[in-house]
């Protein structure tokens, strides 16, 4: 039997698989990392530490299978999106990594804006400015680390530097480079044209291929650190956002996804390069060669819950945090939460909106707050469906993901709140599968991702809306969309007072 690998580069850790030629998964092995937060809005990572924590789960996963590294044939990726790794001419790491949710960015998207007209931006790249992205990044390390800056010579995303580091070659793929605010979307390669504007060299664009290519072979001290031979064949990979997609068969029009993990996505299959979404939700190159998605992202989803759960239930597991909603109506007893915790991207491209909880009465017990942490999230989310609909997507289904579709009751809620079909699949392991997907179809296994999609996906259970529920979460969630506009001037205000 043969075997590929997809790992799953994550925010909080890094997920490796292992499947056969059947698509069964043989074995699984994760490891964390931490998050760095110097400041009030900066987050970052130690590279290294993927590295490193890569080549343990890598270790594990070989170790517990017990299957003999030379059946390995390929391998792929999937990573966190938009993280800015700068690498000098030595391919040395000149810094910590900027990762996507790090908002310390919003003056260089003004200045972006300055630089190049909205409308030219949204033109060739098909995004806005936002300070997830990595072209502010780079901005930002010019302006404030410009002895840093003058010595970069290549910048990466975060799944193409553990890549590099497994086989020594620098790429990157259309999927990532899609989210670096670089690309021109429609035509598939770096604007030389947005790189002058802004100043910035196109030589430290890595040359891009698709995520099916295969880029070379793990590299003798990958091979020694882990096991994995030197003839298992690596193949680019893709966003982990695409790569969820792929491993949740969103390969065709009409097909969409939501995805609940320290983020939370809400993303549609499109075929075209030239529609106009006009910025408000990301419209990217999917991992699939030659199809795009549209999607919009709620900036902490699960993160809200894992914040609420670590700071006021710290020692329930999720499933006991979550066991006593369905003893709570709908609308929390009166209480309304917004995810705002590091600020919001669609529909509120706006890094000072905060959080809040509305509607605080003394009756109010945890659950109820647990209740109204899950409302809040998934209304975000309802707020990017809207977009897609209002845009002439016709939604009848939405297949869900991730940590957040590991709750029952919350799924429920993602079916009456989203007034559709949800879909769970057999597997949660939706992006490090994608990414398994693309190694098995770079192998030559099968002759399309949509072939191999048919062997490796299956659905576990589905959820209907139930009418009842519908009309009810209509009226709360009128409500909820008001809470943004009626505490985005407070959030502006109370700024100055939160920690620098
Ligand atoms: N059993 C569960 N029930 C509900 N939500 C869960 C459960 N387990 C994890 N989650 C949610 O999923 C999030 C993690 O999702 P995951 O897809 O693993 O994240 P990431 O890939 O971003 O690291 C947690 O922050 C939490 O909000
Ligand atoms: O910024 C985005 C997408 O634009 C995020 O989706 C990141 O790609 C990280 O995702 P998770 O670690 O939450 O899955």
Not at 56 to 62: C, G, Q, T, V, W
Not at 244 to 273: D, H, K, M, P, Q
Not at 386 to 408: F, H, L
């Amino acid at each position: 039997m043969k075997y590929i690998i997809g790992i799953d580069l994550g925010t909080s850790a890094v997920k490796t698989v292992l499947v056969n030629t059947k698509g069964e998964i043989c074995a699984e092995a994760s490891k964390n990392y931490p998050l760095l937060h110097e400041k009030t809005g900066y987050s970052e990572q130690n590279p290294e530490e993927w590295i490193q924590q890569t080549a343990s789960a890598l270790n594990e996963l070989i170790s517990k299978s017990g299957v003999r590294p030379e059946d390995i044939e390929g391998i792929s990726y999937s990573g966190q999106m938009h993280g800015l790794v700068l690498l000098d001419k030595n391919h040395n790491l000149l810094r910590h990594a900027i990762l996507w949710n790090d908002t310390r960015t919003t003056a260089q998207c003004h200045q972006l804006y300055e630089m190049i007209g909205e409308k030219r931006l949204l033109e060739i790249t098909k995004n806005q400015a936002l300070e997830g992205f990595t072209l502010p990044k780079l901005l930002w390390v010019k302006e404030h680390e410009p002895e840093i800056f003058d010595q970069a010579a290549v910048f990466m995303l975060p799944k193409d530097y553990l890549r590099f580091k497994m086989t020594g070659l620098i790429h990157s793929e259309y999927s990532d480079a899609a989210g670096t605010l670089l690309l021109n979307v429609g035509e598939k390669k770096w604007s030389e044209e947005l790189c002058q504007l802004v100043g910035i060299d196109i030589s430290i664009c890595p040359s891009l291929v698709e995520s099916s290519e295969c880029v070379g072979t793990i590299n003798e001290e990958f091979s020694q650190k882990t096991g994995l031979t030197l003839s298992t064949k690596v193949f680019a990979g893709g966003a982990d956002n695409a790569c969820g997609a792929i491993g949740a068969g969103i390969l065709s029009s009409g097909e969409t996804l939501c995805s609940i993990g320290t983020s939370g996505v809400v993303l549609s299959y499109e075929e075209r390069n030239d529609r106009d979404f006009a910025g408000k939700v990301h419209y990217f190159n999917h991992g699939k060669e030659n199809a795009f998605y549209t999607m919009g992202v709620t900036l902490s989803a699960g993160h809200s819950l894992s914040w609420f759960r670590d700071n006021f239930a710290e020692n329930e597991s999720f499933e006991e945090l979550l066991a006593d909603i369905n003893n709570v109506p709908i609308g929390s007893n009166g209480l309304l939460f917004t995810p705002y915790l590091v600020g919001e991207r669609t529909p509120h491209a706006d890094a000072t909106i905060r959080g809040s909880f509305i509607g605080m009465d003394a009756s109010h017990k945890k659950r109820d707050f647990t209740r109204a942490v899950i409302e809040g999230i998934t209304f975000s989310l309802n707020e990017s469906i809207e977009i897609i609909r209002e845009n002439g997507k016709e939604i009848t289904s939405i297949v869900s993901i991730g940590g957040g579709a590991k709750n029952d009751s919350w799924l429920q809620i993602q079916a009456d709140v989203f007034n559709t079909k949800i879909i769970k699949l057999s597997t949660e392991q939706g992006p490090a599968l994608g990414a398994a997907m693309l190694a098995a179809y770079g192998c030559g296994w099968y002759n399309s991702l949509e072939e191999c999609a048919d062997l490796f996906i299956s659905t576990s259970k589905t959820y209907q809306p139930k009418l009842e529920n519908v009309p009810v979460y209509k009226q709360l969630y009128a409500l909820y969309k008001e809470v943004y506009y009626q505490t985005k001037d407070l959030s502006k205000r109370l700024n100055q007072f939160s920690r620098k």
